[in-house]
């Protein structure tokens, strides 16, 4: 039976996947943050969930979806790398 992470970090996937442009994906990927950091103050938990959701994402065969789906999936992986990195100042 999945955890209820696995369920949402699901979910999130879907999302990524429907939305209609890169600014959403962005937005849903925001959201799906905020909500772990209200949820959970463990940055390691937080960590692993990301590089599920990155697993996730690489696993997708480009010829099995459409071009906007595929531009949803490269942004998502994008940004969440993106998110992770610390700033450099």
Known sequence: MPS???N????LI???LI???QLEVRKVVDMAMKDLDRQ????EIAFVFTNK???DLKSFNPLYK????WSNINMARIYINR???PEKV
């Open 4 to 6: 209820p992470i696995d």
């Open 8 to 11: 949402y970090r699901s979910q």
């Open 14 to 16: 879907n999302r990524i």
């Open 19 to 21: 939305a209609s442009s």
């Open 40 to 43: 959970q103050s463990n940055e």
């Open 53 to 55: 959701i990155l697993s």
């Open 66 to 69: 459409d071009a906007q789906q």
């Open 83 to 85: 998110i992770r990195l």
